[in-house]
């Protein structure tokens, strides 16, 4: 091949699609050329969302034996020339919101109106085909937003729950990690806390220990999530005090 | 309600994805299990696609997610968000497998493999009933036959442009332009940002 203009090749680049020479070429050119290297970030994250859209669970014993294997490594040395942290993440620190007590979740029944919930149910079995397919993207969108915050949570027997938030999207996923199966014909349902009322926020899938869940409707003003067992098909409130409480990250 | 677990009431532990990078680079075990939980299925998932086979892919996965371990003192907010960061890392290593492994192999069978053209469609439909994500697939449905087909070979098959072109009998230069203007129709459809 000529030397062709190698601005051209930011896409095979960004597709890891380039032999080794060409690539040392590209790098060699894009070093020095603004214009490719934001051009690579971006055909990357398109990337991504490649990579996203066929994401599978990892069986637990990945995690047990990853985790047993940095224990050995000796990590690279950090920068030492620190990075300026944006001025936003300051001010954000202000609108920390506080814990719910739990006796809040009880008083939610008194909020959650019937009417309100029959009409999400009328929504929901409307939208329940065109979500689920809306759902895995969405539930991908949040996890590679830039704004993407999370909180880890630790849960009973060694499960974790990470909340991931995206302030951008207003939009928030769930992550169970090793979660105990719920008993027999419960399911776990998912709540938003809304200054203590607790607005649904879906089911997980009762088969699945490990599962990132798009909860549903928008994150708005809720300052965290909550986990309850539910009967199957889930409650239009709490019926049990919640297995987790997770304040949103701010 | 005592079963309830609270956590994080401390404002100092509220790590976005770049700060708790941060923490995984000052050697943070916790929070790397935390970076771990929301990495790993994607990772896994876009490993698995490109080496295919099920072992390989668990080993592949496995170095992927040490070496973010390794190396996360490296990762630069400002080049994108951490998930990219770590799926492009794991692409990578997915690349470097198969043509690791096609190295060594007979050359062939490689040969062979790139001599089954009616193959390239079956997979790419294949590629394209898997994927799981509507958006995905509809913006793929936006790229022209050949973008698309040079856009998913490269990155689900892990092929070079020159296989590409090998397999599609397209000159070289044209798969290098598909490859870059069906991402860029991608990246606009998709409406990512780096
Ligand atoms: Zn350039």
């Known amino acids: ?250 | 309600m005592k079963e309830a677990v609270e956590i994080g009431k401390n404002p100092a532990a509220e790590p976005n994805l770049p700060d708790l990078m941060a923490e995984v680079a000052r050697g943070d075990t916790e929070a790397f299990a935390a970076l771990y939980d929301v990495v790993a299925g994607p990772a896994l998932g876009i490993v698995r696609r490109v080496v295919r086979d099920g072992a390989q892919s668990e080993e592949v996965a496995q170095e992927v997610l040490v070496e973010v371990w390794r190396t996360a003192a490296r990762y630069r907010p400002e080049r994108g968000s951490v998930m990219n960061w770590v799926l492009t890392l794991a692409h990578q290593r997915a690349v470097d497998r198969v043509r690791s492994v096609e190295a060594s192999a007979a050359r062939e069978q490689r040969a062979a493999l790139l001599d089954r053209t009616p193959e390239f469609d079956e997979v790419t439909e294949q590629v394209e009933a898997r994927l799981e994500h509507e958006q995905v697939r509809r913006c793929l449905r936006t790229l022209t036959e050949l973008q698309r087909q040079s856009v998913t070979l490269a990155y689900y098959r892990g092929l070079t442009y020159r296989e590409v072109a090998e397999l599609l009998s397209l000159p070289l230069g044209t798969v290098k332009t598909r490859l870059r203007d069906g991402l860029i129709r991608l990246r606009d459809c998709l409406g990512v940002a780096a």
């Not at chain 1, 603004?34 to 994250?45: F, G, I, S």
């Not at chain 1, 909340?163 to 998912?190: E, T």
């Not at chain 1, 067992?229 to 005090?241: K, L, N, R």
């Open chain 1, 1 to 250: 091949m000529r030397t062709a203009d190698p601005h051209t090749l930011t896409g095979a680049y960004a597709l890891h699609a380039l032999d080794d020479d060409e690539r040392a070429r590209f790098e060699a050119h894009s070093a020095d050329c603004d214009a490719c290297t934001q051009e690579v970030l971006e055909l990357r994250a398109a990337a991504a969302r490649l990579a996203l859209a066929v994401t599978v669970s990892p069986a637990p014993e990945l995690k047990s034996e990853v985790m047993r294997r940095i224990t050995a490594v000796r990590q690279d040395a950090p920068r030492t020339i620190p990075l300026a942290r944006p001025g936003r993440l300051a001010a954000r620190a202000h609108r920390m919101s506080r814990w719910v007590p739990a006796a809040c979740l009880a008083a939610a029944a008194l909020f959650g109106g019937v009417a309100v919930w029959q009409h999400d149910r009328a929504e929901e079995a409307q939208d329940r085909a065109r979500r689920s397919e809306r759902q895995g993207d969405e539930l991908a969108s949040v996890l590679a937003a830039p704004d993407a915050r999370t909180r880890t949570a630790k849960l009973a027997d060694g499960a974790t729950g990470t909340v991931v938030v995206s302030k951008g999207l207003d939009r928030a996923v769930f992550i169970a990690s090793g979660m105990a199966a719920p008993p027999d014909g419960k399911v776990y349902q998912l709540w938003f806390d809304d200054g203590g009322s607790m607005r649904s926020a879906g089911l997980m899938d009762p088969g699945r220990t490990d599962e990132a869940v798009l909860m549903r409707g928008p994150v708005d003003k809720a300052s965290g999530l909550g986990v309850t067992v539910e009967p199957a098909g889930g409650s239009t409130e709490p019926t049990s005090a919640p297995v987790a409480l997770v304040d949103f990250p701010a």
